[in-house]
């Protein structure tokens, strides 16, 4: 066995991205902080699941993962390999190891190609596949993610919600990547259609051995699908650790009020009632210390002067809270 075989499939390491932002035409630039700092690892099989409201960084950290931009600073590896350390060329063939399932279903196919074109587009562009192999292999996929065959030759538009996501995430499957990220990939559909999703994107892992990045802004879907959760703020992970540990110890403030505002049928499940208050800041001119004490019911002063660090807890898995450390929470 190899040192790759032991490798994650995705690590990052103090993974950041940085914008510089002009508000106005005659003010100065500042600095948005979109991800501050994430380290993480996604072992093959496994999910990671990243959950915070709009702004907390899981959006950019898909944008990296995916090599559509590059961190601002830090470091990034894709199956084994160093992604700041290589060629363009190297890069290139690297990312068809990362695919993304994105959160629209009715906007992320095109209404002008038939499913099958939609499906053998990418292999047209990376394999040297010939037409007659690359229709079979695409009758194939709709059969693997639920669809029928015949409706290779059918619109986008002839479809459900449900049934178009299923065809993102065939397409997402065309060059057998090891990694998909997925940006809330059953956030746009019905409820009721969510579960059959998320059931066909665990039975795909399986069959397929498949890492997922799952991007989510509440919890309850992502108690189905993860085995590691990272709660971001701002920017920042707050919290980080198993969906075992996260889900029956959860410790951060920010963390207990997404649980709280959760539904679970499960009443056992209900995490203390954390409310959250006030407005999320603006990115562009954060909170000093912690960047969540503004809206945090356990605030003390120390939370308004200092950043909490992401350090390893008594319950197993790692919180950034002074509260927690100084153990006032
Ligand atoms: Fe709340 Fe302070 Fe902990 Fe931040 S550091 S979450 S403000 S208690």
Same mark, same amino acid.
């Given at each position: 066995?190899?040192?790759?075989?032991n490798? +994650?499939v995705?690590? $990052?390491?103090?993974? @950041?991205?940085?914008? %510089?932002?002009?508000?106005?035409?005659?003010?100065?630039?500042?600095?948005?902080? !979109?991800?501050? =700092?994430?380290?993480?690892?996604?072992?093959?099989? %496994?999910?990671?699941?990243?959950? =915070?409201?709009?702004?907390?960084?899981?959006?950019?950290?898909?944008?990296?993962?995916t090599?559509?931009? +590059? +961190?601002?600073? $830090?470091?990034?590896?894709?199956?084994?390999?160093e &992604?700041?350390?290589?060629?363009?060329?190297? %890069?290139?063939?690297l990312?068809? !190891?990362? *695919?993304?399932v994105?959160?629209?279903p009715?906007g992320?196919?095109?209404?002008?190609? #038939?499913?099958?074109?939609?499906?053998?587009?990418?292999?047209?562009?990376?394999?040297?596949?010939?037409?007659?192999?690359?229709?079979?292999? @695409?009758?194939?996929?709709?059969?693997?993610v =639920?669809?029928?065959?015949?409706?290779?030759?059918r619109?986008?538009?002839?479809?459900?919600?449900? %049934?178009?996501?299923?065809i993102?995430?065939?397409r997402?499957?065309?060059?057998?990547?090891?990694v998909?990220? @997925?940006?809330? +990939?059953v956030?746009?559909?019905? &409820?009721?259609? #969510?579960?059959?999703?998320l059931?066909?994107?665990?039975?795909?892992?399986?069959?397929?051995?498949?890492?997922?990045?799952?991007?989510?802004?509440?919890?309850?879907?992502?108690?189905?699908?993860?085995?590691?959760?990272?709660?971001?703020?701002?920017?920042?992970?707050v919290?980080?650790?198993?969906?075992?540990?996260?889900?029956?110890?959860?410790?951060?403030?920010?963390? #207990?009020?997404?649980? @709280?505002?959760?539904?679970?049928?499960?009443?056992?499940?209900? !995490?203390?009632? &954390?409310?959250?208050?006030?407005?999320?800041?603006?990115?562009?001119?954060?909170?000093?210390?912690?960047?969540?004490? $503004?809206?945090?019911?356990?605030?003390?002063?120390?939370?308004?002067?200092q950043?909490?660090?992401?350090? *390893?807890?008594?319950? $197993?898995? *790692?919180? !950034?809270?002074?509260?927690?450390?100084?153990?006032?929470?």
């Open positions: 066995m190899s040192d790759l075989d490798e +994650p995705i690590r $990052g390491e103090n993974l @950041a991205r940085y914008y %510089q932002v002009k508000q106005g035409l005659f003010s100065s630039s500042k600095t948005l902080k !979109a991800l501050d =700092g994430a380290n993480f690892a996604l072992n093959s099989g %496994q999910t990671l699941a990243v959950v =915070g409201e709009s702004g907390c960084g899981k959006s950019t950290m898909a944008r990296l993962v090599m559509i931009e +590059p +961190p601002t600073s $830090g470091k990034l590896w894709i199956d084994g390999h &992604v700041g350390g290589m060629s363009s060329s190297a %890069q290139r063939s990312r068809n !190891a990362v *695919q993304m994105f959160q629209d009715y992320s196919l095109n209404p002008r190609k #038939q499913v099958g074109a939609i499906l053998e587009e990418p292999l047209i562009i990376n394999t040297s596949l010939s037409a007659t192999q690359r229709e079979q292999a @695409a009758r194939e996929m709709l059969n693997k =639920g669809l029928r065959r015949e409706h290779y030759s619109y986008p538009h002839m479809f459900s919600g449900g %049934q178009r996501q299923r993102a995430i065939a997402a499957l065309m060059l057998e990547p090891k998909v990220v @997925a940006d809330e +990939p956030s746009a559909l019905d &409820v009721s259609i #969510q579960a059959q999703v059931n066909l994107m665990m039975e795909l892992q399986e069959e397929l051995n498949l890492s997922y990045l799952f991007i989510s802004h509440g919890l309850s879907v992502v108690e189905h699908i993860s085995d590691e959760v990272m709660v971001m703020y701002l920017g920042k992970t919290e980080q650790g198993s969906k075992s540990s996260i889900f029956s110890n959860p410790l951060h403030p920010y963390t #207990q009020a997404l649980l @709280a505002s959760t539904p679970f049928v499960d009443p056992t499940k209900r !995490a203390k009632r &954390v409310v959250l208050t006030g407005e999320l800041p603006s990115p562009l001119d954060p909170p000093s210390g912690c960047v969540f004490h $503004g809206r945090c019911p356990y605030a003390r002063e120390i939370c308004s002067q950043i909490p660090t992401l350090k *390893q807890s008594t319950v $197993g898995h *790692q919180a !950034a809270c002074h509260g927690i450390e100084q153990d006032w929470i």
